[in-house]
């Protein structure tokens, strides 16, 4: 009788422990099972914010700008890069004679370029404007919401290099409002950069003379051969139209989708303002006449011209933008 008791506590304590391994092994395997839930779950989630956060990214990029600026590092980043940042208007105090030095390629934040203002007085105190010009640069502040003494200065060296030119300085100053609202740090899908949208990649060898491609952000290099570009375009077309058709990179489609139109009407705002009643003298001539400043019509381009016009080379065609655009 006691060995049968005896057994009988032995079987049941073999039942207890297997019973318990049984319950301790299921909760193992519900706890991994949670945690693997838990996980892909978490996972899951971070891929969406991820994703969320890369698409608002693209659709603001603006939005980096700001979390840099939260970051601890962001000034001693800022303070390394102001060592081999340039002035981006240095040359306007400098002789015409003297190459312009390169600008850093920045797309946004033009402020953070422009680190010297005590020379940028000095230049702005150095540029004396008639009352057309600062009419002129008035209006342009005003409409396009740029600092005063930029308007003053761009307005000089337009009016300066349109004298060179024999080009009317208000078309030029039209092109750069169509092109890029007169932000000097403006950049296109296409490459086109600065004032007046230039391809820098395409004219290369016209930046040569103001210290390299990277002075295409330079507000007075960028002028100054983008209105050298405008002049040998209206030249060649024969007409302002035509001129402005070839800039926009349109020679050889049929329409320039109104980017024409929308400087021509820039154009005579700026009149306006200047207090010309007519169109001033474009001159389109290889030697225009300098001794009369009475108004004349930009001549029409012949049938032959809009053929060759339309053949051109692929280099010519791209030789400033690769698509058509006009920057607000």
Known sequence: MLYRFIQAGEALSRKTADQSAVVATSLARATLRGIMTIAHHSLMVLGVAAIAALTLLFVKPHFTD??????????????????????????????????????PQVSTTPASVVKQPARIELQIKNTSLSNEQLAVSRWISRRYRVASDATHMLVSEAYKNAEKLQLDPLLILAVAA?????????????????????????????????????????????????????????????????????????????????????????YRRLQEVAGKSSPSTIATSAEPDSSTNAPSHSKKAPADADKSAAMESADSIASNRFSLHALS
């Open 66 to 103: 700001h979390l840099k600026a939260l970051s601890p590092f962001a000034a001693e980043v800022a303070d390394a890069d102001d060592e081999d940042e340039l002035d981006p208007l240095a040359d306007l105090a400098a002789p015409d004679t003297t190459p312009a030095l390169p600008s």
């Open 178 to 266: 169509i092109e890029s609202g007169f932000n000097p740090f403006a950049e296109s899908a296409g490459g086109a950069q600065g004032l007046m949208q230039v391809m820098s990649k395409v004219h290369r060898d016209k930046f040569r003379e103001h210290g390299g491609v990277r002075a295409a952000l330079d507000p007075v290099a960028n002028i100054r051969v983008g209105s050298a570009i405008l002049k040998d375009y209206v030249k060649r077309a024969g007409s302002v139209e035509a001129g402005l058709k070839r800039y926009v990179g349109a020679a050889a489609f049929a329409t320039d989708s109104g980017y024409g139109s929308r400087v021509l009407a820039e």
